[in-house]
Nanobody
Framework: QVQLVESGGGLVQPGGSLRLSCAAS????????MGWYRQAPGKQRESLAA???????NYADSVKGRFTISRDNAKNTVFLQMNTLKPEDTAVYYC???????????????WGQGTLVTVSS
């Protein structure tokens, strides 16, 4: 059983910053790609950023230059540093990880419960 738990969301003013964290726990052998997604009210979930186990990253155009994804493999944790936040960044943010469980050769696509980020003055 694998669980992902996000933290770090909250209310922030436009132009401000937040850092989100997502820690994976459970019967984990290894974690490959990790990523961040968000879903704003009335909109589809969108991919924001992803990072491979080796540290290669990619970003959506909407957050490129403002958001930075990183990971701590020893702690099974992925981070999203969000700078220069805009009202349109308001959404529930979810983390995702491709997890290899102990005793299995398959890959589990794990999701967190989400953390709310509200950007407003």
């Amino acid at each position: 059983q694998v669980q992902l738990v996000e933290s770090g969301g909250g209310l922030v003013q436009p132009g401000g910053s937040l850092r989100l964290s997502c820690a994976a726990s459970g019967s984990i052998f290894s974690i490959g790609r990790m990523g961040w997604y968000r879903q704003a009210p009335g909109k589809q979930r969108e991919s924001l950023a992803a990072i491979s186990s080796g540290g290669s990253t990619n970003y959506a155009d909407s957050v490129k230059g403002r958001f930075t994804i990183s990971r701590d493999n020893a702690k099974n944790t992925v981070f999203l540093q969000m700078n220069t936040l805009k009202p349109e960044d308001t959404a529930v943010y979810y983390c995702n990880a491709a997890v290899r469980a102990r005793g299995s050769v398959g890959v589990l696509d794990a999701w967190g419960q989400g953390t709310l980020v509200t950007v407003s003055s």
